[in-house]
């Protein structure tokens, strides 16, 4: 079992930048696909960015892409997501998780780890 945490959150104007990072526990992090959700008030978990085992493979939402940038060091079993541009519809409850089944960013359900998440608000 892996234990995830989040930091990195906090409060920015529009167009500023935040790295959200994603320390793992308890297992190597080479054992899987990692990926970055979102939350915001009244809407359901979304994902946002996702990394394969060795990196080889990336996913980006379209509402992220060209902003943010996923990453992973294996040897420091963290994370990160690079937020760049960012934008009031930005603001939400950001989550990192984790997923040893395959390579399917966008299915919230096949991840089995997840952070306690951190909170990003991007102010207009």
């Known amino acids: 079992q892996v234990q995830l945490v989040e930091s990195g959150g906090g409060l920015v104007q529009a167009g500023g930048s935040l790295r959200l990072s994603c320390a793992a526990s308890?297992?190597?992090?080479?054992?899987?696909?990692m990926g970055w959700f979102r939350q915001a008030p009244g809407k359901e978990r979304e994902s946002v960015a996702a990394?394969?085992?060795?990196?080889?493979?990336?996913y980006y939402a379209d509402s992220v892409k060209g902003r943010f940038t996923i990453s992973r060091d294996n040897a420091k079993n963290t994370v990160y997501l690079q937020m760049n541009s960012l934008k009031p519809e930005d603001t939400a409850v950001y989550y990192c998780?984790?997923?040893?089944?395959?390579?399917?960013?966008?299915?919230?359900?096949?991840?089995?780890?997840w952070g306690q998440g951190t909170q990003v608000t991007v102010s207009s």
């Open positions: 998780a984790a997923n040893r089944r395959g390579w399917n960013p966008m299915a919230v359900n096949e991840f089995e780890y």
């Open positions: 308890g297992r190597s992090l080479s054992d899987y696909v």
């Open positions: 990394i394969s085992w060795s990196g080889g493979s990336l």
